[in-house]
Each structure stands twice: as C-alpha cells, then as structure tokens.
T-cell receptor, first 112, second 115 residues
Framework: GDSVTQMEGPVTLSEEAFLTINCTYTATGYPSLFWYVQYPGEGLQLLLKATKADDKGSNKGFEATYRKETTSFHLEKGSVQVSDSAVYFCALHSGGYQKVTFGIGTKLQVIP | SAVISQKPSRDICQRGTSLTIQCQVDSQVTMMFWYRQQPGQSLTLIATANQGSEATYESGFVIDKFPISRPNLTFSTLTVSNMSPEDSSIYLC????????????FGPGTRLTVL
C-alpha cells in the first residue's frame, strides 16, 4: 500500500537558518504530493503541492520538488522565521478514491 | 477553498461518557472525512461520511464506538461513545475542494481529553 516517510522531529533552528525536512514515499501509479502545515492549536492547512514529476510547489518561501527517480518531496526554506514554528506533514494522494496518506509530521521550532 | 468550523473546540470528559462533535462546511460537499490525531502521531482516517447513506469506517473503527450522522451536504457529527483515556486525541473534520479536488481542507479540530 501507499506510505509516506518523513524525518522525525523535533527540528530546532535559529531564525534565518536554512530548513530541509525530508519526505519519501511509496505509491502505486502517479500520486499527487502535498505538504500541510499545522500551527499550534489549529487544523491542517495546505502549504504547497505538486501533481507530477519535476513539478515544484512553492508558497510563503517554502519549496518542494516532486522527484520521481528518488520518490522524494523534500521541503525547503532558505531563511526560517519564528512564525514558521509548526508541525509539517508530507502527504500523498493516489487513485480515484479521495484518500490521502499522511506522514508522521515533523515539528519545527524556530528560536530568535 | 472550503471553510470548516467545528464545535466544541475542546472538551474534558469523564470515562464512560459520550461526546458529539459537530462539523459545518460553508459549501455543499458529497463526502466529509473524520480523522483522529493522537498525541505526537499522524492523522488516522476514522470514516467517510456520505449524505444519505451510512458512513464507511476504516479498519479498526466501528460504528458503535464512533457513530456518524450526515443529515445534509454541509453538516456532519461524530460521536465518541463510552470514552476511555485512550480516546484522548484531536478529532478533525475534512473535505476535498470542489475545484482542486485533490486538495483537502481541515477544520480547526476538537481537542478531547478523557479523564
């Protein structure tokens, strides 16, 4: 079945540091890939997505590239801010049924 | 996009009691999804609620424990029955977009603590 593996946290960075959160997947077919973010006390919200190989999703300074050859979708940001502190979930959606597989989530803490 | 509200936002309940969580969406949707997010873990799909039919439950979840209602295309409820401390979780309601049909939208969640 489908699966998503992402690095476990927590990840603690200083403000303006470079961020990478690794995500790899296993899926049948050609899934769409997502990063969702969950700020403290809130539900998940879509951060970015990519629907086919070599697509790059980007939003709020975050980027992730759909790499079919390495089955990866790593999240990056060049300079993190304290307001980026949240839990980040990698996810995939494959097949016709609207069912999404989520990774375990990576907690990011950015300190001033 | 879709705007989803949930009630209550949090509750503390006694063992053996039941809690009903409400989910309201600002647009009509065919399917609504209920997830559980246990402390420090990812999301687990509990069931899919279709209007006019019984909910479809995932493996490990049963209707007697998590009865669901779906009276119309914008509203659903999830009841957590005969609660135990193991039911302490965040419960999230979700729908898919009607334009970006592969993108999910989530409610803010209901944080449940069972003593």
């Amino acid at each position: 079945g489908d699966s998503v593996t992402q690095m476990e946290g927590p990840v603690t960075l200083s403000e303006e540091a470079f961020l990478t959160i690794n995500c790899t997947y296993t899926a049948t077919g050609y899934p769409s890939l997502f990063w969702y973010v969950q700020y403290p006390g809130e539900g998940l919200q879509l951060l970015l997505k990519a629907t086919k190989a070599d697509d790059k999703g980007s939003n709020k300074g975050f980027e992730a590239t759909y790499r079919k050859e390495t089955t990866s979708f790593h999240l990056e940001k060049g300079s993190v801010q304290v307001s980026d502190s949240a839990v980040y979930f990698c996810a995939l959606h494959s097949g016709g049924y609207q069912k999404v597989t989520f990774g375990i989530g990576t907690k990011l803490q950015v300190i001033p | 996009s879709a705007v989803i509200s949930q009630k209550p936002s949090r509750d503390i309940c006694q063992r053996g009691t039941s809690l009903t969580i409400q989910c309201q969406v600002d647009s009509q949707v065919t399917m609504m999804f209920w997830y559980r997010q246990q402390p420090g873990q990812s999301l687990t799909l509990i069931a899919t609620a279709n209007q006019g039919s019984e909910a479809t439950y995932e493996s490990g979840f049963v209707i007697d424990k998590f009865p669901i209602s779906r009276p119309n295309l914008t509203f659903s409820t999830l009841t957590v029955s005969n609660m135990s401390p193991e039911d302490s979780s965040i419960y999230l309601c979700s729908v898919f977009g009607t334009v970006s049909t592969d993108t999910q939208y989530f409610g803010p969640g209901t944080r449940l603590t069972v003593l």
